[in-house]
């Protein structure tokens, strides 16, 4: 009898990775889910451990487009790009992280600190440099005003007073817009990192079901970077007490020991609360109070 053939045939999903700012958050946020990928200095192919994916690294503003047209089935990308290049294409999911933080982005109108310019009506007739042109001209239609808006190819930060009046630029914490003098007048939109598919891709059952794979993996990696296991030793006259103050995803997990007078407790808890948990659970009567960190929280 002859070897069995497996039929792989165009079961291979393309993949757009943002190249950037993003690339190497990324790259980890996949290694966390469970893909190794690793890029040459100047390549645009990145490999990955994975059969079923073809990755190419693309600048996030480009991404969406290509999603649309089907260059690639699926791509994480800003939905800020998505909104500014109009994509036609199917989100997925929203995957909250950037280059140095797990939460969202936003694009403001930032005008000098000594500008007479104080609502966003007196931006009227003003020059606006930004790099998402079509997202700030549909801001301003909504609030009924008319200005210059020029595209910036970077450094954006820089140009008022004298090369512009205003920006509408990226900030994650403000502080690179305060180091340059500049004011946040208002937000035009919050954004994050969203998993994008090509509308054709997502209707054939195999590259949707890579893509779901995908999905729940990634958030996954992403709820446990919040998250911590603990787990410790609790005497039964205290099981109750202990219990009440005990936050968890559902009910915490409980097993008996050797000794039938102790239980062993174990909780998933957010990272944050450890720090006034811990020394409560210490008065209460655990031992042996033990946390580590979690590579994937999977609801």
């Known amino acids: 009898m002859g070897a069995r053939k497996t039929n792989n045939k165009n079961k291979t999903l393309v993949l757009g990775l943002p190249k950037g700012s993003l690339q190497e ?3 980890a946020l996949f290694k966390k889910a469970g ?8 390549s645009l192919t990145p490999a990955v451990d994975d ?7 693309i600048r996030a503003q480009e991404m969406a487009g290509y999603v649309e047209q089907g260059v690639l089935d699926a791509a994480l990308t800003g939905r ?3 909104v500014e290049q109009g994509a036609s294409v199917k989100e997925i999911c929203a995957l909250t992280y950037s280059k140095s933080s797990f939460r969202k982005v936003r694009w403001v109108v930032a005008v000098p600190e000594d ?16 790099e998402a042109v079509n997202m700030t001209r549909r801001y301003l239609r909504r609030h009924g005003v008319k200005a210059d808006v020029e595209f910036s190819w970077g450094a954006t930060e820089i140009k008022p007073p ?14 690179s817009l305060r180091a340059n003098n500049l004011r946040i007048l208002d937000t035009v939109m919050e954004s994050e990192t969203v998993l994008i598919a090509n509308q054709d891709a997502w209707r054939r059952p195999w590259k949707r079901n890579k893509i779901e794979t995908i999905a729940l993996m990634l958030q996954g990696a992403l709820t446990a970077e919040k998250k911590v296991g603990l787990k410790m030793n609790v005497p039964g006259r205290a099981a109750k007490k202990i219990l009440s103050v005990l936050p968890a995803m559902h009910t915490p997990t409980i097993s008996n020991l050797s000794d039938p ?6 909780v998933v808890i957010d990272e944050k609360q450890v720090r006034e948990l811990v020394p409560e659970l ?16 999977i609801p």
């Open 162 to 175: 004298l090369l512009a009046d205003a920006i509408v630029e990226l900030t994650e914490t403000g502080s």
């Open 80 to 82: 800020d790009w998505v």
């Open 35 to 42: 893909w190794n990928i690793r890029v040459g200095e100047r």
């Open 25 to 27: 958050a990324t790259f």
């Open 115 to 130: 500008s007479a310019v104080r609502r966003v009506k007196d931006l009227q007739g003003k020059r606006i440099a930004t």
């Open 51 to 57: 059969a079923e994916l073809s990755c190419l690294l």
């Open 282 to 297: 210490k008065r209460a009567g655990a031992t042996g109070i033990i946390e580590y960190p979690l590579n994937k929280v």
């Open 261 to 266: 007078d102790w239980l062993s407790v174990e």
